[in-house]
């Protein structure tokens, strides 16, 4: 039966399951061909259906220096993508009765500056709340500092430099972000926002007594066996079987990118292609919470009205449609890292693309990927 609904879904022509799937294959590395070598950095690939991996692969090196392969099993930095666990641990709270989600943020962090407007946690998780990003604190983050920006110095001089040259710790950088201002209104209009999430890591662990890495290990990694999943808040650990980070120079070669700012929350996530399985399941098969499956219903839900383009937000994953399908998503991109998760429930299919050359762009590269199976469905 399984060999039958395999062959069901590639395609209902007379052809072998074994030669369609290896056609894929080729036609998947004929993807990666023009942007991956043996020799370079390049990107684990997991394509899930019906709950089980059909396709994991590795394309490039996960660590040039000893020439280690990428194989489909290394952990990757998720980068953004880790905001859907965060939105998790927060759902998660609620259902336990610790906080509101539609109370203001000031009722569990007493600290934060006043804003003077209801900025609620929905909002936070919806990205309408009027918080700014790091724009507001770091000039060179996007080359010019914003109105409200705060006046955040390296300690050589100059603007604070985000990435791997200046450093902060967790407390330091949340002594930070308590006196920043927002930057709009909230609920006004869609603005990505890093540090609310970043903020919502701080309401975790006021509020459970445990950082968001433990509580989440506790009550999300745990429960669905992702033993290779968690939240790295610590810049000096060592992450066995991690795929390193490469930025490329403009003459071709390639330079270790490897942050040293190792707050959670906005991103920090660190996993494998099978543990992103295990997530995945989760959704049509619930184990997390008290009611898993209305807590996936939840998760599922967009966080306010208001639109990114033509997309709506819902906890951590961009709703809308992708190739005319249903679907929830997420890219991450950071030093070393550039990442995208999909998942398209009514085909009980996702993609999950983990590359560890920032140069790379994982969001193109699995559209590609996704236009050749659905192509051939």
């Not at 290394?74 to 610790?98: C, D, N, P, W, Y």
């Not at 968690?230 to 066995?240: A, Q």
């Amino acid at each position: 039966m399984k060999t039958l609904n395999t062959f069901l879904f590639f395609t209902g022509l007379c052809m072998p399951v074994t030669t369609m799937a290896a056609d894929l294959d080729v036609a998947i590395k004929n993807v990666f061909a023009s942007r991956v070598s043996e020799t370079t950095p390049g990107c684990n690939l997991g394509v899930i259906k019906n709950q089980q991996l059909i396709h994991k692969a590795g394309y490039g090196l996960a660590n040039l220096e000893m020439n280690v392969p990428l194989d489909g099993s290394q952990v990757h930095r998720m980068a953004s993508v880790s905001k859907q666990f965060t939105a998790m641990a927060v759902l998660l709270l609620a259902e336990e009765g610790k906080i509101d989600l539609d109370a203001d943020i000031h009722t569990y962090l007493k600290d934060l500056r006043d804003y003077g407007e209801l900025v609620t946690i929905r909002a936070m998780l919806g990205h309408v709340s009027g918080m700014g990003d790091y724009d507001l604190i770091a000039g060179s983050y996007e080359g010019e500092k914003s109105k409200g920006s705060i006046d955040l110095k390296s300690v050589a001089g100059g603007d604070f430099r985000l990435g791997n040259e200046d450093y902060l710790t967790i407390s330091e950088f949340y002594d930070v972000v308590k006196t920043v201002p927002l930057a709009l209104k909230p609920n006004q209009k869609f603005q990505y926002s890093n540090l609310a999430y970043f903020l919502l890591s701080m309401l975790v662990e006021e509020v459970s007594g445990k950082s968001l890495r433990d509580y989440a290990s506790e009550k999300i990694f745990k429960p669905l066996g992702m033993s290779h999943t968690f939240f790295s808040d610590n810049p000096v650990e060592i992450i066995k079987n991690r795929a390193m980070g490469y930025a490329q120079n403009d003459d071709g070669s390639y330079i270790n990118e490897m942050t040293n700012l190792f707050w959670v929350g906005d991103g920090g996530l660190h996993t494998t292609l099978e543990d992103m399985l295990k997530w995945d399941e989760n959704f049509y098969t619930p184990k997390v919470g008290r009611n898993p499956s209305k807590l996936v219903a939840l998760m599922n839900t967009s966080n306010s009205q208001l639109m990114a383009d033509k997309w709506s937000y819902a906890n951590g994953q961009f709703v809308g449609e992708t190739m005319g399908r249903v679907s929830y998503s997420h890219s991450g991109g950071w030093l070393g890292t550039s990442t995208y998760y999909v998942r398209f429930p009514e085909e009980k299919m996702s993609f999950a693309m983990m590359c560890n050359d920032s140069g790379l762009d994982a969001q193109e590269l699995i559209n590609e990927v996704i236009a050749l199976y659905f192509d051939n469905q």
